[in-house]
C-alpha cells in the first residue's frame, strides 16, 4: 500500500532540488555524508542517516510503501541502490538520475523506471527556452 511519500535517496545538488520541488509532497531523505544530511534536516525534511545502497537504511525510510522513490547518488552507486530498493519494493516507481554517458547502460541494466540523462535533460531545457514557440 502505498502512503503517496516520495523517498529521494541523495540530498547533494540535485537531490536537494528536486526535495524542494516536490515539498508539499511528504518526503524522506536517504543520506549517508554527515552535513549534507544536516542542511536537509535544517530545512525541515525528514531524514534518515545512512548509505542508500543497504537495506537497513531504506528499510527505516520506509520504502516499501513509498510511492516514488528517486535516486540522486551519483552514478557510480545508482545501480546498486537501485537493486537495493527493489529487493524491498518491487512496484513503485524509481526514477534515476544519471551524469556520466559511460554509466548509462550498466544503470539502466537494473530497469529502473526512468533514467533521467541530466545532460540531454539540460539541454532540452535549453533548447526549449531559446526556440521560439512556432519553430
Not at 39 to 63: T, Y
Not at 105 to 126: H, K, Q, R, V
Amino acid at each position: 500500500m502505498s502512503s503517496g511519500r516520495i523517498v529521494i535517496c541523495g540530498f547533494g545538488r540535485v537531490g536537494e532540488a528536486l526535495a524542494n520541488a516536490v515539498r508539499p509532497k511528504a518526503v524522506s531523505i536517504v543520506e549517508r555524508a554527515s552535513e549534507r544530511a544536516r542542511l536537509a534536516r535544517m530545512v525541515g525534511f525528514q531524514v534518515i542517516d545512512g548509505d542508500a545502497r543497504h537495506l537497513h537504511a531504506l528499510r527505516v525510510a520506509k520504502v516499501g510503501t513509498a510511492a516514488q522513490i528517486m535516486i540522486c547518488t551519483g552514478d557510480p552507486e545508482s545501480r546498486a541502490v537501485i537493486d537495493a530498493v527493489r529487493t524491498i519494493n518491487d512496484s513503485a516507481p524509481v526514477r534515476v538520475v544519471v551524469r556520466r554517458p559511460e554509466c548509462l547502460s550498466e544503470i539502466a541494466a537494473s530497469c529502473p523506471t526512468d533514467l533521467i540523462y541530466l545532460p540531454a535533460l539540460t539541454g532540452m531545457l535549453l533548447a526549449d527556452a531559446c526556440l521560439p514557440d512556432d519553430f
